[in-house]
């Protein structure tokens, strides 16, 4: 059984930088997608970023740059760089797993876990 342990959030002001990890149990990062979302109060859950199978990477059009996934095969563990924050990030953010490719439907991907949050005050 999969499990995902999202943490590194928290309350961070305009324009700073979090590094959220993702540890990953049960089933390994290696050769599988690996992707983070995000959701907003009263929003549905959006792509943000991923990796695919073969190690493409692929961000949401909002990104413009400010954030950077990687994964280490060897923690098992997946993390997304946030750098530039403004309050429109503002969200709680999860990480998932997947065989084959990236969706960037959320409801094509299974394992949630909790989330961990990320504030921006201006």
């Known amino acids: 059984q999969v499990q995902l342990v999202e943490t590194g959030g928290g309350l961070v002001q305009t324009g700073a930088s979090l590094t959220l990890s993702c540890a990953v149990s049960?089933?390994?990062?290696?050769?599988?997608?690996v992707a983070w979302f995000r959701q907003a109060p009263g929003k549905e859950r959006a792509f943000v970023a991923g990796?695919?199978?073969?190690?493409?990477?692929l961000y949401g059009d909002f990104v413009k740059g400010r954030f950077n996934i990687n994964k280490d095969n060897a923690k098992n563990t997946v993390y997304l760089q946030l750098n530039n924050l403004n309050s429109e990030d503002t969200a709680v953010y999860y990480c998932?797993?997947?065989?084959?490719?990236?969706?960037?439907?959320?409801?094509?991907?299974?394992?949630w876990g909790q989330g961990t949050q990320v504030t921006v005050s201006s």
């Open positions: 998932e797993l997947r065989g084959g490719v990236i969706y960037f439907d959320a409801n094509k991907w299974k394992h």
């Open positions: 049960g089933h390994s990062v290696n050769g599988n997608a």
């Open positions: 990796i695919s199978y073969i190690g493409q990477t």
